[in-house]
């Protein structure tokens, strides 16, 4: 369970990201995170990530208040997380095997098992046969997918996407949507940030709608636009 109390953002004094939110979310949701640019949603991820800390009030994250917890345990509560972004992020110089494995290796797992679960994850995402491919050798569609392997390689229990499909054509931006929908199936919550207009509106899941700084809506079933 994901839940902001009275949660106010002030960068640089005076810029206001985001005001007074309340919100919860709960374990094994999928959720949309919506509105224009500069509403706040960026902020809102980097503070469930501690990459930056609410000025006013609490984020409590499975019962534990995470808004001022010392450095010493930000791995501990990252762990919890798994996030993918518009442009993949994924290194260059490593084959997808390669990529997914790296975010096990710097937990310290032994060789074994990060075989095993990489091979599980790949497999997931239907990319086992290209597990030697470097990521300009595949289309935007399989590096995203690579991308999804590596965020869930450490079993998150919250998926974040920040504009996951921003940056694919329909067809495969809907080949992903599956693919998220299937791991919300399993469990995982799924918090995704998009413009993606068409995506939410056919979802229909919940839709938390920012505009600056305040939650507008907070809708299940919810469309992109509240008129619809
Ligand atoms: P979104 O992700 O919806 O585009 P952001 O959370 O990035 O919105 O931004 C919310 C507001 O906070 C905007 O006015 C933006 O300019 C401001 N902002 C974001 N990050 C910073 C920062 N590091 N320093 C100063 N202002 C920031």
């Keep these: 369970m994901i839940e902001f ?14 005001k007074n939110l309340n919100l919860k979310i709960a374990d094994g949701e999928f959720v949309f995170l919506i509105g224009p640019s500069g509403a706040g949603k960026s902020t809102l991820i980097k503070l469930l ?3 930056e800390a609410p000025t006013k009030g609490q984020i409590v994250l499975d ?18 997380f798994g996030v993918v972004f518009q442009d993949f992020r994924l290194l260059e110089d490593r084959d997808v095997f390669s990529n997914v494995a790296y975010a096990m290796e710097i937990h310290g797992i032994g060789k074994k098992e990060i075989r ?5 994850c790949l497999t997931l995402v239907n990319l086992l046969d ?41 067809n495969t931006a809907w080949e992903i949507m599956h ?20 995506i ?3 979802m229909k899941k919940r839709v938390l709608q920012l505009e600056r700084g305040h939650l507008l809506r907070d809708e299940e079933n919810g469309e992109y636009d509240e008129s619809n």
Excluded at 5 to 18: E, M, N, P, R, S
Excluded at 63 to 80: A, L, Y
Excluded at 116 to 120: F, L
């Design 5 to 18: 109390k009275d949660v106010t953002k002030v960068y640089l004094k005076d810029i206001i990201a985001l």
């Design 49 to 51: 990530l501690k990459e």
């Design 63 to 80: 019962d534990v208040d995470i808004s001022h917890v010392g450095s010493r345990r930000i791995p501990n509560i990252r762990r919890k």
């Design 116 to 120: 095993k679960r990489v091979i599980e």
């Design 130 to 170: 290209k597990r030697k491919y470097f990521p300009n050798q595949l289309s935007g569609g399989e590096q995203q997918r690579v991308s999804i392997a590596r965020a869930l390689v450490n079993n998150p229990s919250i998926l974040i996407a920040d504009e996951p499909t921003g940056n694919l054509d329909s």
């Design 179 to 198: 693919l998220l929908e299937g791991i919300n199936e399993t469990g995982t919550t799924i918090i995704m940030a998009t413009h993606a207009k068409e």
């Design 200 to 202: 939410v509106n056919q």
